[in-house]
């Protein structure tokens, strides 16, 4: 007998406001739609509304999970949420949603791996279930990317949307088989020697909230390379390949990167889960919106074997192999 961490509810939060990418032009930023659209597929992206926070939005998305779960807030005894952009310095992020949920008992904190915070937190979360530390985890990615755009730049402006995704999972009994449904693989890595690439200038110990920096060519670079062998390595982990996967669940900054991660695992773009049209890159939120959009959309169905991957600022990135 095997535990494993089973998928029992996803949801997910966008704020209202739908900022399309002629948006930017009659702000005044030297960009176009099809320069936009072209090098990230991106058309649109939901910005959150003054005094909307990124507790907000995680609170909305785990609501909308319980709910689709058939659960209440009391069921979940442990709620991890991964975010670059937390409401406050202190507390977390999910203390605070925590609160806003009405959940009294059990324990939560933030996870930070900017654009890998999902697949970290999920990883995170397995462990907690799988080591018997907890029986059921909410794990949300929550993001609020347009507080710390430099509107100056438009190599980064129109690249980002803020947005909220979660998903519960549970204990369960299984036999030990890829047969088992819930987690069966994750793989994780980091290598701070890339601070540079995609950073943040600011900070609670250095002076501001600061604005994202990133040199685009050098991230694309890396996440070609790494996003690939990655899931490779946690199929590879568990004895599956691209051959056996049903859905690809990546994290969504640039279609480009997905189409050529898909490539390289041998799967064809109408077995990837792509919202990067509609979202933009919300960073930690994109793939728990990706799986709540998936299920919603009919493309994931109970059974199906998912690859997550995502890659980001640290640089931090690592895969979840999943079967819903
Ligand atoms: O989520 C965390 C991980 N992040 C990522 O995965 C992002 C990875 N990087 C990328 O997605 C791409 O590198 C970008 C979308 C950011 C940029 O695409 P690119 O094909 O690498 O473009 P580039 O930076 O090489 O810029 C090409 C040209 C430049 O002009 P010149 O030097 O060729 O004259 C830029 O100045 O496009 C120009 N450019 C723009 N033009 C219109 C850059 N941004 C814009 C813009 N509108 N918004």
């Known amino acids: 007998m095997t535990i494993r961490a089973v998928v029992r509810g996803v949801g997910h939060y966008l704020p209202e406001k739908v900022v399309p990418n002629t948006w930017f032009a ?26 909307e926070t990124t507790s907000d939005m995680a609170a ?84 609020t990317f ?24 549970e204990a369960s009994k299984g036999d030990g088989t890829n047969n088992d449904r819930g987690i069966l693989a994750t793989d994780l890595h980091s290598d701070g020697r890339h601070r540079e690439i995609l950073y943040v200038d600011g900070g609670v110990s250095t002076h501001s909230t600061g604005h994202l920096r990133m040199q685009g060519k050098e991230v694309f670079r890396h996440a070609v390379e790494k996003l690939a062998a990655t899931a490779h390595a946690s199929l590879d982990s568990i004895g599956l390949s691209g051959d056996d996967v049903d859905w690809m ?5 640039n279609l480009r990167i997905i189409n050529s991660t898909a490539k390289k695992m041998g799967l064809d773009m109408d077995r ?53």
């Open 146 to 169: 347009s507080r710390i755009m430099d509107w100056e730049d438009r190599t980064t402006c129109v690249l980002f949307g803020d947005g909220a995704g979660a998903l519960i999972i």
């Open 249 to 253: 669940v990546p994290h969504q900054a």
């Open 26 to 51: 009659e702000q005044g930023i030297e960009t176009s739609d099809e320069w936009i659209q072209g090098r990230t597929g991106i058309e649109r992206r939901h910005f959150a509304a003054e005094g």
């Open 60 to 143: 909305n998305a785990a609501n909308a999970a319980l709910k689709q779960a058939g659960l209440g807030a009391s069921d979940i005894d442990a709620l991890i949420v991964a975010t670059s952009t937390a409401d406050l310095t202190f507390p977390s992020a999910a203390t605070m949603v925590q609160a806003k949920i009405g959940m009294e008992s059990g324990f939560a904190f933030d996870v930070q791996a900017v654009c890998a915070g999902f697949v970290f937190a999920l990883a995170n979360a397995n462990a907690l279930i799988v080591s018997g530390q907890a029986k059921r985890v909410m794990v949300i990615g929550a993001e």
């Open 272 to 324: 990837v889960v792509i919202t990067v049209q509609d979202h933009g890159n919300t960073s930690a939120a994109s793939i728990p919106l990706a799986l709540s959009t998936g299920v919603e959309r009919g493309q994931i169905k109970r059974g199906d074997l998912l690859v997550t991957e995502a890659i980001g600022g640290g640089l931090a990135w690592g895969s979840v192999i999943i079967r819903w």
